[in-house]
């Protein structure tokens, strides 16, 4: 299993602005995911983080939007730029670990992101 | 397109009643299928997954699915809910890419 830290857990923030999600895991992962749920809503995948690569981006979500560090193996962030009230959602972390556990995801406690 | 479907937006069911949350899926190869649960102010969590093998597989709290290949279908049960499974069910399927895909969920109201 995993452990998986997010900061912050709630922000409001203003029109304009950006936010940077930080992620941080317990042990070391190959596979973490950033999703986003907007209000009364499912998951939305976001982008794929790999260690040592460009993120992969789901249609609909682009790079100037949402850059995405991973650094290593145990840490990413996720930016939201240019913020506008749509983007107001709960932004998950979330990592997918070994063959034992293949495809099962461990999810952060999300960041809420009010934009005003 | 892959999709996952869960049908009921939101159940109500009496405490101690049976359960059975539905959950169809259009994939074209052996999907990878999971059911997690989201409760208030909380994370998600699995419940259970099905790889292969035999198809109705058991959980953590009580909760089991059964996949059904020829209906596409992988629905949750439970015998007897408790009151603390009032929470938001999503059911997901893993795609090819390592890509978790997740239906819309489905909202469970327990009643006294």
């Known amino acids: 299993s995993a452990v998986i830290s997010q900061k912050p857990s709630r922000d409001i923030c203003q029109r304009g602005t950006s936010l940077t999600i930080q992620c941080q895991v317990d042990?070391?992962?190959?596979?973490m995911f950033w999703y986003r749920q907007q209000p009364g809503q499912s998951l939305t995948l976001i982008a794929t983080a790999n260690q040592g690569s460009e993120a992969t981006y789901e249609s609909g979500f682009v790079i100037d939007k949402f850059p995405i560090s991973r650094p290593n193996l145990t840490f990413s962030t996720l930016t939201v730029s240019n913020l506008s009230p749509e983007d107001s959602s709960i932004y998950l972390c979330s990592v997918e670990m070994g063959f034992r556990e293949a495809g099962e995801l461990f999810f952060g406690e999300g960041s809420r992101l009010t934009v005003l | 397109a892959q999709s996952v479907t869960q049908p009921d937006i939101h159940i109500t069911v009496s405490e101690g009643a049976s359960l059975e949350l539905r959950c169809n899926y259009s994939y074209g190869a052996t999907p990878y299928l999971f059911w997690y649960v989201q409760s208030p102010g909380q994370g998600l969590q699995l419940l259970l997954k099905?790889?292969?093998?035999?198809?109705l597989v058991q959980g953590i709290k009580g909760f089991e699915a059964e996949f059904k290949r020829s209906q596409s279908s992988f629905n949750l049960r439970k015998p007897s809910v408790h009151w603390s499974d009032a929470a938001e069910y999503f059911c997901a399927v893993r795609r090819g890419g390592f890509k978790t895909i997740f239906g819309a969920g489905t909202r469970l109201f327990v009643k006294a």
């Open positions: 099905y790889f292969s093998g035999d198809t």
């Open positions: 042990s070391q992962v190959t596979m």
